[in-house]
């Protein structure tokens, strides 16, 4: 069953091999069994699970079933879902009860996706290791004893160990990339704007994007075309025609020109991951590809870029969480300021607060120009970097992070060294654009999963994925699962 794509699972649904009902039992099992350990769901919703999975099959059985129909997810704990707590892997938001659906989760359902449950993540989405989640961390199913990758580790380990057969996340800054590849799976961070972002729970608004976690881009393809489009509830989604994206993922790749940018291949990448990534562009060689080599002048400018603009929005976003109007509240306050501070103290993670601090700081009167404002000018030289390079190439390859996944704890007492994890991952947020990563392979060092980033001018999700699906037809990387939780299913 766990081997099945999500095409394959539709067949079998509609040839009546097995039900809706049956095959979402099959993932609750497997929830229930290897989920202890694991750690990467926060709220198993069984009852909604087997309730949406009987109307599947209701549909099934009247004939009027979509492709996605009656197949079993999972969704990150940062897309509000009506009735069921939602709660940013936050202390603060830990009695949350959503009062409606994010559009994602919305569309999703509508088209007969049973929810599995909310996935794990870092408190807010702030991290890159999934180790800052109130609900503690979630663990590699390669390796116990490492990291997921954050923010959206724990859809990317419900997906890599097969507890659910497709995931939700966000990215801001990598988090669905860099999990992916931490994991093996594959992940896809949309073009900003392509999918709603209302219901999605924020963090920094100009940055965050939905997305969506598989084994394979042609899973990716058939959710990602189903939960993009316009969404007049949310003024920063474009109105723009959704393309088929299953409908090209056979189209030839000869020809394709590949950007490789120097500066994602110099000091700081791990050898054993560069080799992998090296492997993997050998590979579109063959497939008739053409390499061009690049440039990217200002990706070093990335991380204190970002780590600017992201805390800026972030500390305005998480304003609203006061006590007063969502969530935790503290016990027993002296006066109005004294629960102010206290339900924000007690109710955030040192994290979280880290960033509302810097970035309260790079947006006060005195310091606004000399941070904000510079990092603002630094976001339009990284776009324009990728524009000049799109003139050029088709796509852009390269690693999605400089090492591969990490002991737990190991970062955790040096923010600065886990910012750096996402050198190869900002600037794409930063410039609104596409990206991706799909399994490459194995470091030989640690027998860890590798991710191969590639990343498409805006809107070129298709293509991406296309290009993603060539490759996986001569590859079987994505096929490789963790042997402790898959063994003899
Ligand atoms: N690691 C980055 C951060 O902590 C990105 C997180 C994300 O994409 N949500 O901000």
Redesign the pocket.
């Known amino acids: 069953m766990i081997t099945k794509s999500l095409t394959e699972l539709s067949t079998s649904l509609k040839a009546g091999d097995f039900s809706s009902v049956e095959l979402t039992q099959f993932y609750l099992d497997r929830i229930a069994k290897y989920d202890g350990e694991l750690n990467s769901f926060i709220t198993v919703t069984e009852e909604q699970a087997l309730a949406g999975a009987k109307a599947a099959d209701e549909q099934i059985a009247a004939g009027t079933a979509g492709a996605l129909t009656g197949i079993p997810m999972a969704h990150k704990d940062l897309f509000c879902t009506d009735g069921v707590r939602t709660s940013c892997a936050s202390k603060m938001l830990g009695n949350f009860i959503a009062p409606y659906n994010a559009t994602v989760v919305e569309k999703l359902n509508a088209a007969g996706m049973p929810m599995l449950g909310k996935t794990n993540m870092?408190e807010f989405?702030?991290?890159?290791s999934n180790e800052n989640s109130y609900y503690g961390a979630v663990k590699n199913p390669w390796d116990l004893e490492r990291v997921p990758g954050?923010?959206?580790g724990g859809s990317a380990v419900a997906v890599a160990a097969r507890l659910a057969p497709v995931a939700t996340g966000?990215?801001?800054?990598?988090?669905?990339r860099?999990p992916a590849s931490l994991t093996g799976i594959t992940g896809i961070k949309p073009t900003y704007g392509r999918v709603s972002r209302f219901g999605m729970i924020a963090?920094?608004s100009s940055?965050?994007q939905g997305g969506i976690f598989g084994t394979s881009a042609s899973d990716c393809a058939m959710v990602l075309e189903t939960m993009s489009g316009f969404d007049p509830k949310d003024s920063t989604s474009v109105e723009r025609d959704v393309p088929n994206m299953s409908a090209s993922l056979n189209d030839s790749i000869k020809g394709l020109k590949i950007g490789l940018p120097k500066e994602f291949f110099g000091e700081g990448l791990d050898s054993s991951v560069a080799e992998v990534v090296n492997d993997a562009i050998e590979e579109y060689k063959k497939l008739g590809a053409e390499i061009v080599e690049i440039s990217l002048p200002n990706t070093h400018l990335a991380i204190p870029s970002?780590?600017v603009i992201?805390?800026a929005e972030a500390s305005s976003n998480l304003s609203r969480f006061d006590g007063v109007r969502y969530g935790y509240r503290c016990e027993a306050p002296v006066d109005l300021t004294d629960m102010y501070m206290r339900s924000r103290g007690e109710g955030f993670g040192t994290?979280v607060k880290r960033?509302i601090m810097t970035g309260t700081y790079a947006l006060s009167a005195g310091y606004y120009d000399a941070y904000y404002l510079k990092a603002q000018k630094i976001r339009r030289l990284i776009s324009d970097d990728f524009k000049k390079a799109f003139e050029k190439v088709d796509v852009i390859m390269g690693p999605v992070a400089p090492e591969t996944a990490f002991k737990l704890g190991e970062k955790t007492d040096d923010p600065i060294s886990?910012?750096l994890?996402?050198i190869y991952?900002?600037s794409l947020?930063l410039a609104g654009l596409t990206g991706m990563s799909v399994p490459a392979g194995f470091s030989k060092n640690n027998k860890m999963p590798v991710g191969l980033q590639i990343i498409g001018n805006y809107f070129e999700e298709a293509k991406l994925l296309n290009v993603a699906h060539q490759y996986q037809q001569v590859t079987d990387w994505h096929k490789q699962a963790p042997s402790a939780y898959t063994g003899g299913e």
Do not use: F, H, K
């Open positions: 870092d989405a702030m991290g890159s954050g923010s959206s966000t990215d801001t800054g990598g988090s669905i860099q963090y920094a940055l965050d970002y780590y992201a805390p994290e960033r886990m910012y994890a996402d991952t900002l947020n």
